[in-house]
């Protein structure tokens, strides 16, 4: 049975260093954000005995955030220092002219690495329910939320399974804390990296990654989203909470607040009327909150000597709108639309669907 527990967000997310292991190579990584990053490499022969170059990535236009919407969007940020893609739902316009409520629906990235500073913060956003997606195995390695008045140490005493777990702080308006795994412990959607890293061949990690096939297995993700009972469990169970009397504001959140996050954001805009043009900008919004992050990961790969070509992992760490289309187009194959989908693919009723409405929009029809 694989697992994937070897992966962990925050282990690959701080400054990279120059060198790991002996022989490890060193460079020098340019570029920000998006555009194009490049490696420049000194003299030192790479494992195959040919001289190392500088390598030029370029990103692909999927993953830019379109403009003029980032400026825009970049507002929404809930100002947390260690979670940079925490961020307000609020203020979108559906297709009839109303506006989503402000600090009611919010989603992060993961909450184990808030800060001190943080805690208030967050205190301050008055959230009553935080769901966390992450596996049991991310948990573990990660670390849990760090939620006000609810001690890491009560946390991680409780006994995580793969099955929906609830647990609420002590004292009077106390948040509870949700662990609605999407995947399972076993699940191994990163098997195909693990085992391009295991013995660092860059001919055996271009024939696992390469070719569009690390963006085939995200792809492939965002398909079981829609197409696996217990996802769909998991993301109905988000929507459920956002749509109970007085449960908001809500935040959800995974590990790096882009895939689990970002459909179970962008089912709930999709509930709610918005166009899919603004669901996919704040789905791709991602990469503007987190491109300093993915830089530090993907170049940390380079300098411990993992990879020689990181960029093949960029369709794994990008937010790209064919993931997000490839979602859609499973709900309008499986279910012919969302109007079958909530009722036939969630199980949400129409009492579900009206709390959404009067909790977002304040819609008391």
Not at 44 to 60: D, F, L, M
Not at 200 to 225: E, H, I, K, N, S
Not at 299 to 328: C, I, N, T, V, W
Request: proline share 5%.
């Amino acid at each position: 049975m694989r697992s994937s527990r070897w992966w962990s967000w925050s282990r690959w997310s701080g400054s990279p260093s120059s060198k790991t292991s002996e022989g490890s190579p060193r460079g020098t990584l340019s570029g920000r954000g998006s555009g194009s990053y490049s490696w420049s490499d000194a003299a030192p022969p790479n494992r195959r005995g040919r001289p190392r170059r500088t390598q030029v990535i370029e990103q692909s236009a999927q993953y830019q955030q379109p403009a003029p919407a980032a400026a825009e969007l970049a507002a929404r940020s809930l100002g947390l220092a260690g979670a940079v893609n925490a961020r307000d739902l609020g203020g979108y316009r559906t297709a009839d002219g109303r506006v989503l409520r402000s600090g009611v629906a919010l989603r992060s990235d993961g909450l184990h690495r808030l800060q001190e500073a943080d805690l208030e913060v967050f205190a301050a956003l008055g959230v009553r329910h935080v769901v966390d997606l992450r596996s049991l195995d991310e948990v573990r390695e990660a670390g849990p939320d760090r939620v006000p008045g609810l001690p890491v140490a009560d946390v991680s005493a409780v006994e995580l399974s793969a099955e929906p777990l609830s647990v609420t702080a002590d004292g009077p308006g106390g948040i509870t804390l949700h662990h609605l795994p999407v995947f399972a412990a076993d699940f191994d959607i990163y098997v195909a990296l693990r085992d391009a890293l295991a013995d660092r061949d860059p001919v055996a990690q271009r024939a696992l990654l390469g070719d569009g096939r690390m963006a085939a297995t995200m792809t492939g993700l965002y398909r079981w989203f829609v197409t696996d009972p217990v996802a769909r469990e998991r993301f109905a169970a988000v929507l459920r909470l956002l749509a109970a009397p007085d449960a908001p504001p809500v935040l959800f959140h995974c590990t790096a607040g882009k895939d689990r996050t970002g459909w179970a954001a962008a089912l709930v805009l999709t509930a709610l009327g918005v166009d899919r043009a603004t669901v996919v900008a704040d789905y791709l919004l991602t990469n503007v909150r987190s491109g300093a992050i993915v830089d530090q990961i993907v170049a940390s790969f380079y300098h411990r000597g993992l990879m020689e070509d990181p960029s093949l992992l960029l369709p794994m760490f990008r937010a790209d709108q064919a993931y997000l289309a490839a979602a859609f187009e499973e709900v309008a194959a499986g279910w012919s639309g969302f109007e079958e989908f909530w009722r036939a693919g969630l199980g949400l009723d129409d009492a579900v669907l009206a709390g959404l409405r009067k909790n977002l929009l304040g819609d008391d029809d």
